[in-house]
């Protein structure tokens, strides 16, 4: 039977989301891995099922490209979160995660925002191979780390344009201190409340923008006493806005977009 599903970015931070609401998962990471094929599938940075929830709008379950289970992703939970809003004609909703309970507001500008939880930053929760302080790290470039469901790695460099981020990013990605490998965020400082940020993204490569990391990259600076508590992030696609008041949760703003709902056909999904 096909199956039926809708693409959306945020800022070209491409996802597509699997209405299974009142149905069974239907989603496995070897499917997961063929759906996110670029050339033969649809091709996505992650996929997000929506499922029923007892106490929440909805839960949802993530999935990278490469078919490798997540916990967090702000813009697919934005997207998500924009869905339910529209459906529902309401303003508010409340998403079930890996994370927790997340919230989400549609802004007066139309954005949606999501409190994305408080981030970690003990070694055993991001997690890290061995105890350590994980504000500096015992790598090259002293980068940082946390997690926001998942692990964030982020280096704060002078000029963007002389790091090999396809050389440099999977390196760090599957380096033995990451027992579930990193994302990467190579971060350069404009002012205390606007960065620039280029990303590898754990298992997906480099992407336009991605939800999560710009979580991480914003607080690790925040933590480094390097930026205010607001940041403008600006990724290769474009620009959110990440708050944190240094003790409670993240909440991460921008637009999403629905570009086109389709269905898979029996071909892919019985391979």
Not at 170 to 184: D, H, K
């Amino acid at each position: 039977m096909p199956l039926s599903f809708h693409k959306m970015h945020a800022n070209g931070d491409d996802f597509v989301i699997v209405d299974s609401r009142n149905s069974p998962n239907p989603i496995t990471s070897n499917l997961a891995r063929r759906m996110g094929d670029r050339n033969r599938g649809i091709g996505f940075n992650q996929l997000a099922v929506m499922l029923d929830c007892d106490d929440a709008d909805a839960r949802l379950v993530f999935w990278n490209a490469d078919g490798s289970p997540l916990d967090a992703c702000g813009s697919a939970t934005r997207g998500a979160a924009d869905m339910l809003m529209r459906e529902s004609n309401m303003t508010s909703v409340a998403l079930r995660t890996n994370r927790g309970l997340l919230t989400c507001e549609r802004t007066s500008t139309g954005a949606i925002s999501v409190n994305m939880g408080k981030p970690l930053f003990n070694w055993v929760d991001i997690p890290l191979a061995l105890e350590m302080d994980t504000s500096v790290l015992p790598l090259a470039g002293e980068p940082t780390a946390c997690s926001m469901g998942n692990p964030h790695c982020t280096y704060f460099v002078d000029d963007l344009t002389a790091v090999e981020i396809e050389t440099i990013g999977p390196a760090i990605e599957t380096n033995p201190l990451f027992p579930l490998r990193t994302n990467v965020h190579f971060v350069r400082i404009i002012d205390r409340a606007r960065i620039r940020l280029r990303i590898w993204e754990r298992g997906g490569g480099i992407p336009l923008g991605s939800g999560s990391c710009s979580c991480g990259a914003a607080v690790n600076g925040i933590r480094r006493g390097l930026l205010d508590r607001c940041v403008e992030v600006e990724c290769d696609g474009g620009a959110v806005t990440v708050q944190w008041d240094g003790v409670g949760p993240v909440f991460l703003t921008g637009p999403v977009e629905t570009i086109y709902s389709g269905t898979i056909m029996d071909t892919l999904l019985k391979v």
